[in-house]
Protein backbone atom coordinates (compact mmCIF):
# COMPACT_ATOMS: atom_id res chain seq x y z
CA UNK A 1 0.00 0.00 0.00
CA UNK A 2 1.30 3.30 -0.29
CA UNK A 3 2.83 4.89 2.80
CA UNK A 4 5.52 7.40 3.49
CA UNK A 5 8.43 6.54 6.02
CA UNK A 6 10.86 8.13 7.30
CA UNK A 7 14.90 6.99 7.42
CA UNK A 8 16.13 7.49 10.54
CA UNK A 9 13.59 7.76 14.00
CA UNK A 10 16.42 10.00 16.02
CA UNK A 11 18.74 12.91 15.40
CA UNK A 12 20.77 14.15 17.35
CA UNK A 13 22.78 17.66 16.79
CA UNK A 14 25.20 20.40 17.98
CA UNK A 15 23.43 23.74 18.77
CA UNK A 16 24.20 25.54 15.61
CA UNK A 17 24.95 22.96 13.60
CA UNK A 18 22.78 22.42 10.56
CA UNK A 19 20.14 19.48 10.68
CA UNK A 20 18.94 17.32 7.47
CA UNK A 21 16.06 14.83 8.26
CA UNK A 22 14.82 12.45 5.81
CA UNK A 23 11.75 11.23 4.71
CA UNK A 24 10.84 8.34 1.82
CA UNK A 25 7.56 8.31 0.23
CA UNK A 26 6.31 5.27 -1.85
CA UNK A 27 3.04 6.98 -3.84
CA UNK A 28 4.76 8.54 -6.93
CA UNK A 29 1.98 10.10 -8.28
CA UNK A 30 1.96 12.32 -4.97
CA UNK A 31 2.32 16.33 -5.82
CA UNK A 32 2.63 18.01 -2.37
CA UNK A 33 4.50 17.49 0.29
CA UNK A 34 4.77 18.86 4.27
CA UNK A 35 6.91 19.12 6.50
CA UNK A 36 5.46 19.52 10.37
CA UNK A 37 6.91 19.88 13.63
CA UNK A 38 5.23 18.58 16.72
CA UNK A 39 6.35 19.15 20.58
CA UNK A 40 5.16 16.83 23.24
CA UNK A 41 1.84 17.14 23.86
CA UNK A 42 1.07 19.55 20.90
CA UNK A 43 -0.24 19.51 17.55
CA UNK A 44 1.53 19.21 14.45
CA UNK A 45 3.22 22.62 13.31
CA UNK A 46 3.08 24.01 9.31
CA UNK A 47 7.03 24.30 8.68
CA UNK A 48 6.85 24.15 4.96
CA UNK A 49 5.48 22.55 1.75
CA UNK A 50 6.48 21.57 -1.57
CA UNK A 51 4.91 20.30 -4.34
CA UNK A 52 6.14 18.13 -6.98
CA UNK A 53 6.61 20.29 -9.82
CA UNK A 54 9.96 22.33 -7.48
CA UNK A 55 12.92 20.48 -6.66
CA UNK A 56 13.78 23.03 -4.06
CA UNK A 57 12.21 25.28 -1.64
CA UNK A 58 13.53 27.53 1.02
CA UNK A 59 12.20 29.24 3.98
CA UNK A 60 13.48 30.90 7.56
CA UNK A 61 16.17 28.89 8.45
CA UNK A 62 14.72 25.65 6.56
CA UNK A 63 14.84 24.26 3.48
CA UNK A 64 12.82 21.44 1.86
CA UNK A 65 14.39 19.28 -1.15
CA UNK A 66 11.99 16.98 -3.80
CA UNK A 67 14.08 13.87 -5.38
CA UNK A 68 11.03 12.30 -7.49
CA UNK A 69 13.38 10.12 -9.23
CA UNK A 70 13.61 7.98 -6.28
CA UNK A 71 10.77 9.14 -3.89
CA UNK A 72 12.84 11.07 -1.39
CA UNK A 73 12.06 14.43 0.68
CA UNK A 74 14.68 16.19 3.22
CA UNK A 75 14.18 18.88 5.50
CA UNK A 76 17.16 21.37 6.13
CA UNK A 77 17.69 22.94 9.11
CA UNK A 78 19.90 25.65 9.25
CA UNK A 79 22.13 26.55 12.70
CA UNK A 80 19.87 24.43 15.05
CA UNK A 81 18.62 26.01 17.89
CA UNK A 82 17.59 24.52 21.39
CA UNK A 83 14.19 25.22 20.29
CA UNK A 84 14.17 23.34 17.44
CA UNK A 85 14.59 20.23 19.34
CA UNK A 86 11.04 18.19 18.40
CA UNK A 87 9.65 15.49 16.47
CA UNK A 88 9.52 15.78 12.43
CA UNK A 89 7.10 14.45 10.19
CA UNK A 90 6.74 14.48 6.14
CA UNK A 91 3.60 14.07 5.04
CA UNK A 92 1.98 13.53 1.92
CA UNK A 93 -1.34 15.08 0.93
CA UNK A 94 -3.58 14.76 -1.80
CA UNK A 95 -5.60 17.44 -3.49
CA UNK A 96 -8.40 17.19 -0.92
CA UNK A 97 -6.30 17.83 1.67
CA UNK A 98 -6.04 13.95 3.00
CA UNK A 99 -2.92 13.77 4.44
CA UNK A 100 -0.47 10.49 5.14
CA UNK A 101 2.07 10.99 7.55
CA UNK A 102 5.65 9.66 8.20
CA UNK A 103 7.06 7.96 11.29
CA UNK A 104 8.56 10.50 12.56
CA UNK A 105 12.13 11.61 13.42
CA UNK A 106 12.92 13.05 16.84
CA UNK A 107 16.03 15.63 16.63
CA UNK A 108 17.50 16.73 19.94
CA UNK A 109 19.46 19.73 19.84
CA UNK A 110 22.66 19.59 22.53
CA UNK A 111 23.67 23.05 23.74
CA UNK B 1 -2.83 33.33 11.44
CA UNK B 2 -5.50 30.26 11.39
CA UNK B 3 -6.22 28.86 14.54
CA UNK B 4 -8.02 25.80 15.46
CA UNK B 5 -8.63 24.73 18.83
CA UNK B 6 -9.99 21.60 20.65
CA UNK B 7 -11.93 21.15 23.86
CA UNK B 8 -11.45 19.73 25.89
CA UNK B 9 -7.36 19.56 25.79
CA UNK B 10 -7.60 16.56 28.33
CA UNK B 11 -10.57 14.29 29.18
CA UNK B 12 -10.18 11.13 31.66
CA UNK B 13 -13.34 8.48 31.52
CA UNK B 14 -14.21 5.26 32.78
CA UNK B 15 -14.88 2.18 30.61
CA UNK B 16 -17.86 2.03 28.86
CA UNK B 17 -19.05 5.77 28.89
CA UNK B 18 -19.02 8.18 25.67
CA UNK B 19 -16.83 11.31 25.13
CA UNK B 20 -17.30 14.20 22.81
CA UNK B 21 -14.28 16.20 21.15
CA UNK B 22 -14.74 19.42 19.72
CA UNK B 23 -12.86 21.01 17.01
CA UNK B 24 -13.35 24.88 15.55
CA UNK B 25 -11.74 27.01 13.29
CA UNK B 26 -11.68 30.46 15.38
CA UNK B 27 -11.24 32.92 12.18
CA UNK B 28 -12.05 30.97 9.11
CA UNK B 29 -14.16 28.65 7.60
CA UNK B 30 -13.66 24.65 7.18
CA UNK B 31 -16.44 22.69 4.99
CA UNK B 32 -13.49 19.87 5.47
CA UNK B 33 -11.84 18.72 8.76
CA UNK B 34 -9.91 15.64 9.64
CA UNK B 35 -9.79 13.69 12.80
CA UNK B 36 -6.54 12.32 13.52
CA UNK B 37 -5.31 9.77 15.93
CA UNK B 38 -1.90 9.35 17.85
CA UNK B 39 -0.74 7.03 20.03
CA UNK B 40 2.91 7.13 22.05
CA UNK B 41 5.92 7.68 20.05
CA UNK B 42 3.70 6.98 17.30
CA UNK B 43 2.65 9.22 14.11
CA UNK B 44 -0.49 10.83 13.42
CA UNK B 45 -3.08 8.30 11.91
CA UNK B 46 -5.91 9.45 10.01
CA UNK B 47 -9.22 8.63 11.26
CA UNK B 48 -12.02 10.18 8.71
CA UNK B 49 -12.79 12.80 6.77
CA UNK B 50 -15.13 15.57 8.32
CA UNK B 51 -17.81 17.59 5.80
CA UNK B 52 -19.57 19.87 6.90
CA UNK B 53 -23.19 18.91 6.37
CA UNK B 54 -22.52 15.29 4.84
CA UNK B 55 -21.50 12.10 6.66
CA UNK B 56 -17.88 11.85 7.16
CA UNK B 57 -15.85 9.72 5.16
CA UNK B 58 -14.16 7.10 7.75
CA UNK B 59 -10.82 5.75 6.85
CA UNK B 60 -10.38 1.57 6.75
CA UNK B 61 -10.25 -0.04 10.25
CA UNK B 62 -12.34 2.59 11.94
CA UNK B 63 -15.54 2.16 13.40
CA UNK B 64 -17.59 4.80 12.40
CA UNK B 65 -20.64 3.60 15.00
CA UNK B 66 -17.95 3.55 17.92
CA UNK B 67 -16.33 7.26 16.33
CA UNK B 68 -19.06 9.47 15.72
CA UNK B 69 -18.39 12.44 13.65
CA UNK B 70 -21.02 15.21 13.15
CA UNK B 71 -19.88 18.50 11.43
CA UNK B 72 -22.93 20.68 11.73
CA UNK B 73 -21.15 23.86 10.77
CA UNK B 74 -18.55 25.67 8.72
CA UNK B 75 -16.56 26.24 12.10
CA UNK B 76 -17.38 23.54 14.25
CA UNK B 77 -16.49 19.22 13.76
CA UNK B 78 -16.92 16.69 16.83
CA UNK B 79 -16.36 13.07 17.42
CA UNK B 80 -17.90 11.40 20.26
CA UNK B 81 -15.64 8.23 21.36
CA UNK B 82 -18.73 5.96 22.29
CA UNK B 83 -18.34 3.43 24.69
CA UNK B 84 -15.08 3.66 25.71
CA UNK B 85 -12.14 1.56 26.28
CA UNK B 86 -8.87 1.73 27.98
CA UNK B 87 -7.39 0.53 24.52
CA UNK B 88 -9.52 4.44 22.84
CA UNK B 89 -6.77 5.68 24.97
CA UNK B 90 -4.74 8.17 22.75
CA UNK B 91 -3.91 11.77 21.52
CA UNK B 92 -7.02 12.87 19.38
CA UNK B 93 -5.96 15.58 16.76
CA UNK B 94 -8.04 17.25 14.52
CA UNK B 95 -7.09 19.53 11.38
CA UNK B 96 -9.16 21.92 9.05
CA UNK B 97 -8.78 23.30 5.78
CA UNK B 98 -9.42 27.06 5.26
CA UNK B 99 -12.08 26.77 2.87
CA UNK B 100 -10.94 30.18 1.05
CA UNK B 101 -7.51 30.15 1.35
CA UNK B 102 -4.41 27.48 0.18
CA UNK B 103 -4.07 23.93 0.50
CA UNK B 104 -2.66 24.60 4.10
CA UNK B 105 -4.53 22.45 6.61
CA UNK B 106 -4.14 23.99 10.28
CA UNK B 107 -4.25 21.92 13.07
CA UNK B 108 -5.54 22.30 16.73
CA UNK B 109 -3.48 21.35 19.74
CA UNK B 110 -4.79 17.53 20.23
CA UNK B 111 -7.11 16.29 23.52
CA UNK B 112 -5.86 13.60 25.18
CA UNK B 113 -8.11 10.49 26.35
CA UNK B 114 -7.24 8.70 29.16
CA UNK B 115 -9.94 5.88 29.45
CA UNK B 116 -9.68 4.19 33.12
Known amino acids: GESVGLHLPTLSVQEGDNSIINCAYS??????FIWYKQESGKGPQFIID?????DKRQGQRVTVLLNKTVKHLSLQIAATQPGDSAVYFC??????????FGDGTTLTVKP | GAVVSQHPSWVICKSGTSVKIECRSL??????MFWYRQFPKQSLMLMAT?????????EQGVEKDKFLINHASLTLSTLTVTSAHPEDSSFYIC????????????FGPGTRLTVT
Open chain 1, 91 to 100: AETTNAGKST
Open chain 2, 95 to 106: SARDLQGTDEQY
Open chain 2, 27 to 32: DFQATT
Open chain 1, 27 to 32: NSASDY
Open chain 2, 50 to 58: SNEGSKATY
Open chain 1, 50 to 54: IRSNM
